[in-house]
């Protein structure tokens, strides 16, 4: 190897360490050198699942899910509710201290929809929960067949329906006049409105010499 070669060598690597000394980080692809790695910063994720005790999230008067606007009592720092302030001053203390940041907590903390193993992916407000649960689409039913152990969704019925006990679902539009044909020999058909995917069940049961029909809009256990 000649001089002039190993001079520029160690300078090279010389080189080198003094750029790693400066705390610039490079990647290297088969020997290239490549663009600079994205700073650490960048990459925290802008949500994140935790887990904590329910039980912060709920006013300490009438234990209810805290909703904004949030209060802290003067004395031990009970956090209450709106509605719960005026009755915890005579309890404790003064609860005059608005807890701006915990108003964007409990605004912004939010669960799965608890019916989530029926098909709803939704993540909602907690205080907002129980209304959400109330309305929700995936809400478990059961199946009218007496021996029939099916607990779903409606969605999920309909499709029992079809698959469990041949059955399919007659789908129809609200508002309008329809001529339907049901046999007698099961005592239970499914109606599905085409516009908003409600179930409605057709019970059909002898009465003398004709048939009783009734019809019965399918809803969530609650």
């Known amino acids: ?36 790695l994205v700073a650490p910063e960048s990459m ?12 912060l999230l709920h006013c300490q008067g009438c234990l209810l899910p805290l909703k904004p606007p949030v209060f802290k009592c003067d004395a031990v720092g009970h956090v209450v509710c709106y509605y719960c302030r005026a009755g915890h001053r005579a309890v404790c203390s003064r609860t005059n201290t ?17 019916y989530k193993a029926f098909g709803c992916e939704r993540y909602v407000v907690f205080h907002e929960a129980a209304n959400h649960q109330r309305m929700c689409q995936c809400a478990p039913c059961t199946c009218p ?8 969704s409606r969605a999920m019925l309909a499709n029992h329906f ?6 399919p679902a007659v789908t129809v539009r609200h508002g309008r006049s329809w001529c339907l044909n049901f046999s007698l020999s099961h005592g239970w058909h499914l109606l599905v409105g085409e516009e908003d995917r409600g179930v409605f069940l057709v019970s059909l049961r002898p009465l003398g010499p004709g048939t009783a029909v009734s019809l019965v809009l399918v809803q969530a256990l609650h």
């Open 98 to 114: 608005h807890c701006g940041q915990l108003d964007k907590v409990v605004g912004a903390a939010k669960v799965p929809c608890p």
């Open 145 to 152: 067949e007496s021996a029939c152990a099916f607990v779903g």
């Open 162 to 167: 079809a698959a469990d006990h041949q059955r």
């Open 1 to 36: 190897m000649k001089e002039g070669e190993s001079r520029g060598k160690r300078a090279s690597a010389e080189e080198v360490k003094s750029e790693s000394e400066k705390g610039e980080v490079t990647m290297q692809d088969e020997g290239k050198a490549g663009d600079a």
């Open 44 to 55: 925290a994720p802008t949500q994140i699942d935790v887990r904590m005790d329910v039980t």
